[in-house]
């Protein structure tokens, strides 16, 4: 199936700082990426919908200003986590959506591949 | 609106034996259907799906699922359990059109197989 990556795998930071996390998708190219966040045994929250060369459509309750969402290319987009606070803290994880669906791409048609997760730890 | 229902948060199964993993959903339409897994500090990874035809799917790892329209569930299962197989699984449901198309996930369910 598609790859993708994302970096960094962990990250600890001091507490006003920010981080950014890329999601690459690395042998497909993606209109829309998504970002989600994941607590401790529960499940994905959805914290945003990333379009390519447009703004990114947040969640209710997803500060936008808080969680810059950059999707510069159809195959990179980037979360950056501002003035970050321990309540932060958690496991974010991108996917990205192929967009081609047609030939070679056509067995990977509705199909979300998931980075592998970032590991977020503000002190 | 669309949802997904796991009603296990936990399945233990011995090593060897059938395992079953149960998911439910609730959409408009005909449904596309997702089964992904995630071990530890990881991200997720797709299993399986179901778009059409064939109600029982086959997918990775010798896992598969079967659709069944009237019941609206869509259960993983694998014929004989590996330890390997521990791990958190997600059920998807997804509206075929229209929106953005993004899938809700069920809470997921935690999968232990003892040898």
């Known amino acids: 199936g598609a790859v993708v990556s994302q970096h960094p795998s962990w990250v600890i930071c001091k507490s006003g700082t920010s981080v950014k996390i890329e999601c690459r998708s690395l042998?497909?190219?993606?209109?829309?990426m998504f970002w989600y966040r994941q607590f401790p045994k529960q499940s994905l929250m959805l914290m945003a919908t990333s379009n390519e060369g447009s703004k990114a459509t947040y969640e209710q309750g997803v500060e936008k200003d808080k969680f810059l969402i950059n999707h510069a290319s159809l195959t990179l987009s980037t979360l950056t986590v501002t003035s970050a606070h321990p309540e932060d803290s958690s496991f974010y994880i991108c996917?990205?959506?192929?967009?081609?669906?047609?030939?070679?791409?056509?067995?990977?048609?509705?199909?979300?591949?998931f980075g592998a997760g970032t590991r977020l730890s503000v002190l | 609106a669309q949802s997904v229902a796991q009603p296990e948060d936990q399945v233990n199964v011995a090593e060897g034996n059938p395992l079953t993993v149960k998911c439910t959903y609730s959409?408009?339409?005909?449904?596309?259907l997702f089964w992904y897994v995630q071990y530890p500090n990881r991200g997720l990874q797709f299993l399986l799906k179901?778009?059409?035809?064939?109600?029982l799917v086959k997918g990775s790892y010798g896992f598969e699922a079967e659709f069944n329209k009237s019941q609206t569930s869509f259960h993983l299962k694998k014929p004989s359990a590996l330890v390997s197989d521990s791990a958190l699984y997600f059920c998807?449901?997804?509206?075929?059109?229209?929106?953005?198309?993004?899938?809700?996930f069920g809470r997921g369910t935690s999968l232990i197989v003892h040898p």
């Open positions: 179901y778009i059409t035809g064939d109600n």
């Open positions: 042998d497909f190219q993606a209109t829309t």
């Open positions: 996917s990205a959506r192929a967009n081609r669906t047609s030939g070679f791409w056509a067995r990977w048609k509705n199909i979300q591949y």
């Open positions: 959409v408009s339409g005909n449904p596309y």
């Open positions: 998807a449901v997804r509206h075929p059109s229209g929106g953005s198309y993004i899938p809700t």
